[in-house]
C-alpha cells in the first residue's frame, strides 16, 4: 500500500477539514481559542472528525462495486490496493469516537446527535435507503451534518446546546450541501454510467452547479444575519467575503457554457481553496478573541 493509496483510501482529505471546522464550533462556545477546556475540546473534535471518518469510508464500501466498474483511480479500496479490513476498521474506530466521547463527558444529547448521524451516514449510501438518489433527501443530510459539524463540539464544550449553536451551524451546513453538488457534478457521467441517480443525473450537471451556487450565495447571507444579529462577530462575514468572490468568478467560468470536467474539476479547487481559506481566517479571528 502506497502513501497515496492510503491517504485516498482513509479519505484523509476529506476528513481533516471537518477538525477545523469542529474547532471553531468548539471556539464559539468558548469566547475563543484561547479560553477552551483542552480535554473537552479534544473530545468534541475527535467526535466530529469520527463522523466524518465513518460517513465517507462507509460510502466508499457501499460503493466499492460502482467504482470498480469506473476504474476511479482516487478509490484505492474498490481496486484492492487499500484493505478492506483497514476500511471496516476506519469505519468502526469512526463510529466509536463521538459515542465513546459523549459518554466520557455524560452528555446524553450528544450521544442521541452522535447516533442520528451515524444512522444519516450508513443510510445514506447503503443499497436499501439509499439516500444519495433521493435528492432532497440527501440534501438534507448534507444540511445536517455540516450543521452538527459545529453544533456538536459547540454542545459538548458548553455541556448545553444552545438554538444559536444550530443557527451558526446551519451556516456549515449550507457550505457543505453546496459543496457536495459539485462532486455530483463532477461525478455524473459515472454516475449515470453505475445507475446512480443522483441529483445531477437526474436534472443535468448545469441545474447541480446553480443549486450548489444558490446555496453558497445563501450561505453568505446568512452569515450576514449572523453578524447583523450579534450572533457571531462582525469579522465572520468579512473573513469569507474574499472566498466568497473567488467562488463566484470561478462559477461564472465554469457555467458560462457547457460544463466540461476540466473547468468542473477547476471550479471544486476554487471552492476547496475558498472554504480552506475563510476557515482559516475564521479561526485566526477565534485565536484573538474575535467570538461573541
Not at 471518518?53 to 462507509?58: H, P, Q
Not at 451515524?118 to 443530510?141: D, E, I, Q
Not at 444552545?162 to 456549515?172: A, S, V
Not at 453578524?227 to 463566484?248: D, E, M, R, V
Amino acid at each position: 500500500m502506497t502513501p497515496r493509496s492510503l491517504w485516498h483510501g482513509s479519505r484523509l482529505g476529506d476528513v481533516l477539514p471537518w477538525g477545523g471546522v469542529s474547532l471553531l464550533g468548539a471556539s464559539f462556545a468558548s469566547g475563543g481559542l484561547l479560553h477552551l477546556d483542552p480535554a473537552r475540546a479534544a473530545l468534541a473534535m475527535l467526535s466530529v472528525l469520527g463522523l466524518a471518518l465513518f460517513a465517507f469510508v462507509v460510502n466508499d464500501l457501499f460503493d466499492r462495486s460502482a467504482n470498480r466498474r469506473e476504474a476511479r483511480s482516487d478509490r484505492p479500496l474498490a481496486s484492492g490496493e487499500f484493505p478492506a479490513g483497514l476500511a471496516y476498521g476506519l469505519a468502526g474506530f469512526g463510529a466509536a469516537f463521538p459515542l465513546v466521547s459523549s459518554l466520557l463527558l455524560g452528555d446524553r444529547l450528544s450521544l442521541g446527535w452522535s447516533l442520528a448521524s451515524l444512522a444519516l451516514g450508513a443510510a445514506y449510501s447503503a443499497p436499501g435507503p439509499h439516500l444519495k438518489c433521493r435528492p432532497w433527501l440527501a440534501w438534507l443530510v448534507h444540511l445536517f451534518q455540516g450543521t452538527l459539524g459545529f453544533a456538536l463540539p459547540a454542545g459538548m464544550v458548553r455541556a448545553a446546546f444552545l438554538p444559536g449553536d444550530l443557527l451558526c451551524g446551519l451556516w456549515f451546513g449550507l457550505l457543505f450541501a453546496g459543496g457536495h453538488l459539485h462532486h455530483q457534478a463532477i461525478d455524473a457521467p459515472d454516475d449515470e454510467a453505475a445507475g446512480t441517480r443522483t441529483l445531477a443525473v437526474r436534472r443535468g450537471v448545469r441545474t447541480a452547479l446553480w443549486l450548489g451556487f444558490a446555496q453558497f450565495a445563501l450561505a453568505e447571507a446568512w452569515a450576514l444575519a449572523l453578524a447583523l444579529s450579534s450572533l457571531t462577530p462582525s469579522g465572520w462575514i468579512w473573513a469569507q467575503s474574499g472566498p466568497y468572490l473567488a467562488y463566484l468568478i470561478g462559477f461564472a467560468f465554469a457555467a458560462r457554457a457547457r460544463p466540461d470536467p476540466a473547468r468542473l474539476r477547476l471550479l471544486r479547487t476554487i471552492y476547496r481553496t475558498a472554504y480552506l481559506t475563510g476557515g482559516a481566517a475564521l479561526l485566526v479571528l477565534s485565536g484573538i478573541g474575535a467570538s461573541p
